[in-house]
């Protein structure tokens, strides 16, 4: 008795029950191209959109994404009376109006918008500095999977190339003129009731009515300062609902959205209660501490420190990817304020010791004072 082996395959109930004879040849897919919005591009690292604070040095430490990542939030925490925060605001706000976004502000006046700072003599686009290593940088925004695919198909996705600049330099003796604004400015001055949360309806209805590729930048200079806001604002059960409702809203809308707010870090000091759940509630977190040394120099001003930075937490960085880790980061860092560049944040560098002028020899003793033994 003989056996005939069979190859017979097993295939679900319903389906056809024979297999093709021979698969049909593999037909080039084509991509659409990704039109991104102006001031919008992908990070090197995992893709995802990001779109520049308007402070270059800034950009460099948030998680090596080179920008601020959208869906995210930035809590920057400042000690003594200072307001370099407020400068990093203005600059995120006037690279907003620059480049088409809306820009929302929460809790100042209108006229908030004559401090921006305008556009420097001298622009140099981004895109010419990155045209010798155009290459690369195509590859590297191209997750792996469509690149291995490219080797079977033999088409890429391809994205749509903005040839405006991703982080335009700003002059802080100029005012942004009404020319170089393409943007919308909206600001939320405080309601007299219904709490903070009335302001997250309100930003609300304004991006949905707005158009899908629009990108809106929400702004809160000074949050919970008693000379803005009333005293009940400081109640944890509004203030962190008014952040439980902002964090929503960046969820909801995660290619569109970026926030950025500061905070006084002598009238809230990071280890209370409330301040923790503020963190809790943010993306990522730094801390500014300005020092009090006076500039004696005038010449030395370009080498001189004017406070210290520290980035307690970086967006978009966890067990699952998503960020580097850069040797920066959770160390004290350095900033100081150019007129041309605005918060130039780089890494702490020590001056050298100065040693002492050595002692004149004393010769005062005679020849024939015995010698001591030196050991």
């Known amino acids: 008795m003989s056996f005939k082996r069979k190859n017979v395959a097993i295939v679900p109930i319903g389906a056809p029950s024979s297999l093709p004879q021979s698969a049909p040849a593999s037909v ?6 990704i039109t991104l919005a102006a001031g919008v591009r992908p990070s090197a690292i995992d893709g995802r959109l990001t779109t520049s604070t308007g402070t270059a040095s800034l950009d460099e430490t948030l ?32 690279e907003g109006m620059v480049q088409g976004h809306q820009v929302h502000v929460v809790g100042v006046p209108e006229v908030w918008k004559t401090s921006l700072p305008g556009l420097a003599a001298k622009q140099e686009s981004s895109s010419k500095k990155a045209q010798p290593n155009q290459g690369s940088d195509e590859r590297m925004k191209i997750a792996w999977r469509y690149e291995s695919l490219a ?11 903005n040839n405006s600049s991703f982080c335009h330099k700003f002059d802080l003796n100029k005012r942004l003129e009404s020319s170089a604004i393409k943007g919308q400015f909206i600001a939320y001055p405080l309601p007299l009731s219904g709490g903070l949360v009335s302001l997250i309806s309100q930003i609300r209805s304004k991006i949905n009515s707005g158009a ?65 759940w503020m963190e809790a509630l943010s993306d990522g977190v730094a801390h500014l501490v300005p020092t009090q040394s006076e500039i004696v120099n005038p010449e030395e ?8 930075f520290t980035m307690r937490r970086l967006p978009i960085f966890n067990e699952k990817g998503g960020g580097l880790e850069k040797s920066s ?27 002492d002028e050595p002692a004149p020899a004393d010769h005062s003793h005679s020849k024939n004072d015995p010698k001591k033994l030196e050991f």
């Open 63 to 94: 998680a090596g994404h080179s920008g601020i990542p959208l869906g995210t939030s930035l809590l920057l925490q400042e000690s003594t009376t200072t307001d370099f925060g407020g400068v990093v605001l203005r600059y995120f706000a006037s």
């Open 212 to 276: 899908p590729n629009v990108v809106h930048r929400i702004i809160i200079p000074n949050f919970l300062i008693p000379t803005s806001y009333p005293p009940s604002s400081c109640r944890p059960s509004e203030s962190l609902q008014f952040l439980h409702g902002l964090r929503a809203i960046l969820r909801q809308f995660p290619d569109r959205t970026a926030a950025i707010m500061t905070l006084s870090a002598d009238l809230f000091p990071p280890d209370t209660g409330l301040v923790k």
């Open 301 to 308: 001003t370009a080498e001189t420190i004017q406070g210290y």
């Open 151 to 161: 080797n079977r198909n033999g088409v890429l996705p391809e994205l749509t190339k």
């Open 329 to 355: 980061f959770g160390e004290t860092l350095s900033f100081k304020l150019s007129s041309s560049s605005g918060l130039v944040i780089a890494p702490l560098a020590l001056p050298p010791a100065v040693e």
């Open 28 to 33: 080039p897919v084509t991509h659409q191209p």
